[in-house]
């Protein structure tokens, strides 16, 4: 795969439901380049929950192929962290990120790699709090740095920030931005923010589901990101979400075909 840490190619999928079948996506091509943060936006229900689980093999795609490394049992070797930090209640921070390396085929948890990475991520004076005494930014940090402890190539975040009031998203952006640096890792951000998509992304894809899969990317590594550079590509960003919200024709006869 060369320079890419994965790549879906004509990528599909179905639901099959009671009232009909339910396209999340169809057509859909991704290429994410090593090393890459790649921010997926798109409206409610476009398929970006759907797409994420598919990478990190929770479902499988109807039609098309996904490349990406896999552990030796077959399973996608990326890490996938949600919008509700699901923490263990009964667990202090330090085991809760432990925990992470319990889940991995030996089993075996290094003290020594615990401590340095709750270092990293800046959760050390947090290590023997238990999950309820815990802000939710501090939380969704533990559930990212309950993942990352495996060292996984490849991590997927679905609405990581979502639940946080504006000023902690903010911190926790300016956080994950750091922690990336630190860490060797490709990341895919699923988020509907606009303002964080630019934030946290080096390129950024606009999925508007359905039978028209990505629409547009944007690459905003050459831009200095300076206030007005990121304003212009704000707007071409908002104008694409705006562009076509109707219904194109394809979509209406899926509509009428399922319904
Ligand atoms: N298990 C499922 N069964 C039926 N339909 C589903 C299922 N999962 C997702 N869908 C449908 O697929 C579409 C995309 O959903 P999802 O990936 O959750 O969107 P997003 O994360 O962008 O909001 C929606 O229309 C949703 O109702
Ligand atoms: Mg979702």
Redesign the pocket.
């Known amino acids: 795969m060369g320079t890419d840490s994965f790549r879906v190619t004509g990528g599909a ?1 179905d ?3 009671p009232s009909g079948t ?4 169809r057509g859909l091509d991704l290429t994410v380049t090593r090393g890459e943060a790649h921010a997926l936006l ?12 598919i990478i990190a093999g929770l ?1 499988d795609l109807s039609d098309g192929s996904l490349d990406v490394p896999r552990h030796p049992d077959g399973r996608p070797d990326a890490g996938i962290v949600f919008q509700d930090a699901h923490l263990l209640p009964w667990l202090t921070v330090r085991d809760n990120v432990a925990l992470g390396l319990r889940y991995r085929a030996n089993a075996h948890v290094d003290d020594t790699e615990v401590e340095r990475l709750l270092g990293i991520l800046g959760l050390t004076d947090l290590r023997s709090a238990r999950p309820a005494e815990l802000s939710g930014g501090q939380a969704q940090r533990v559930a990212i740095a309950r993942t990352v402890v495996t060292a996984p190539p490849l991590l997927l975040l ?2 990581p920030f979502a639940a946080l009031d504006p000023l902690t998203r903010r911190g926790l952006q300016d956080w994950l931005r750091g922690v990336r640096d630190l860490l060797d890792v490709t990341i895919v951000l ?1 988020t ?1 923010d606009v303002d964080e998509a630019l934030h946290l992304g080096d390129r950024v894809s606009l ?1 508007r ?1 359905g039978h028209r899969g990505i629409v547009d990317t944007w690459d905003t590594r050459q831009l200095h990101r300076d206030a007005g550079q990121l304003s212009q590509v704000r707007q071409a960003v908002l104008d694409r979400y705006a562009a076509d919200t109707d219904l194109d024709p394809l979509d209406t006869l899926a509509t009428a075909v399922a319904g």
């Open positions: 999928r639901f099959a439901t339910v396209t999340a996506f798109g409206p409610s229900g476009c398929g970006k929950s759907t797409l994420l689980r479902d679905d609405e699923v509907h999925l589901g």
